[in-house]
């Protein structure tokens, strides 16, 4: 389950798809042919809520310095903030049903086994929601996955920004956030000091 067993590989992940229905209806609700996205307004704001808030999710979804080396080019997760069809180099990924070739569900691929599932699924439905709540409309797709402004490098760059973020911060509360941060950064303090044993000893044999 680490995300990152070497650097020659692309890693492992945990991949995350979402689409939706309206109560009562069996239409995936995503998708939205009239539009020429073919997602729907929902759809899109939920994504553009995402993106806002990708930097700071970042800490509940790769919640460990390991995890972070698995952002880049070759490693199926993107390194900018942006989105796309069909791209497995961008951070999320609408993906197209070949038979009707209509948007069906999202994919965040920012994610890995090492996350509390159930804090980094609320934290990641919570942004969406926030979008279609306040019915932000989703930024143009990218046709180059190196565009678009830069993902946190780090956990604790991460982790900084989550300090800042109040809407997600208002989602957890204010003891869980202030509890989740500081554990999160005695472990990332505490994963890199067991990295540096390591690659001191590694030197020395």
């Known amino acids: 389950f680490l995300p990152k067993t070497s650097m020659m590989t692309a890693g492992n992940g945990l991949h995350l798809h979402f689409s939706f229905r309206n109560v009562g209806s069996k239409a995936n609700m995503f998708s939205d042919p009239k539009e020429a996205t073919g997602i729907s307004q929902e759809g899109g704001s939920f994504i553009e809520g995402i993106l806002g808030h990708l930097p700071s999710l970042l800490s509940f979804s790769l919640p460990t310095n390991n995890s972070f080396r698995r952002i ?9 903030i942006v989105w796309s069809t069909e791209d497995k180099e961008v951070p999320l990924r609408v993906c197209i ?8 569900n999202v994919e965040l691929k920012l994610s890995d086994a090492t996350a509390n599932i159930y804090l980094e699924i609320a934290m990641i439905l919570s942004a969406g929601m926030d979008g279609m709540k306040n019915k932000k409309k989703l930024r143009p797709m990218v046709t180059d996955a190196t565009s678009g402004a830069p993902l946190p490098q780090s956990l604790q760059e991460s982790l900084d920004l989550l300090k800042t973020n109040e809407f997600l ?3 957890l509360g204010p003891e869980l956030s202030t509890a989740y941060v500081a554990v999160r950064e005695s472990e990332a303090e505490l994963e890199k000091s067991l990295e540096e044993e390591v690659m001191d000893a590694f030197n020395k044999a």
């Open 72 to 80: 880049g080019p070759g490693c199926w997760t993107g390194s900018t």
């Open 169 to 171: 911060k208002s989602v």
């Open 97 to 104: 049903d070949l038979d009707t070739n209509q948007a069906t």
